[in-house]
């Protein structure tokens, strides 16, 4: 069983940017994929971002060019650098480890 933990989110104002945290337990994390979703006030969760075992990331075209996802193998840490960051960004985002799921960290865009 894996434990994720996101961290990294707040208040922001629009334009501003955030780096969002996802720690993995276990010592096999470079062998997972992980994706960052989010869900917004009333919406449904949507995917974000992934990053493969191997590094090549995929964006959803909406986000493509003001997020950012990477990974750091050695501290079993997957991040998402948010800029230029948008009311509409505002929602919880999620890291997702294979069938695991974090708590989620709440991302809240606004003046």
């Known amino acids: 069983q894996l434990q994720v933990a996101e961290s990294g989110g707040g208040l922001v104002q629009p334009g501003g940017s955030l780096r969002l945290s996802c720690v993995v337990s276990g010592n096999i994390f470079s062998r997972y994929d992980v994706d960052w979703h989010r869900q917004g006030p009333g919406q449904e969760r949507e995917l974000v971002a992934r990053?493969?075992?191997?590094?090549?990331?995929y964006y959803v075209d909406s986000l493509k060019g003001r997020f950012t996802i990477s990974r750091d193998n050695g501290k079993n840490t997957a991040y998402l650098q948010m800029n230029n960051l948008q009311p509409e960004d505002t929602a919880v985002y999620y890291c997702?480890?294979?069938?695991?799921w974090g708590q989620g960290t709440h991302v809240t865009v606004s003046s």
């Open positions: 997702k480890v294979s069938r695991y």
């Open positions: 990053i493969f075992s191997d590094g090549v990331a």
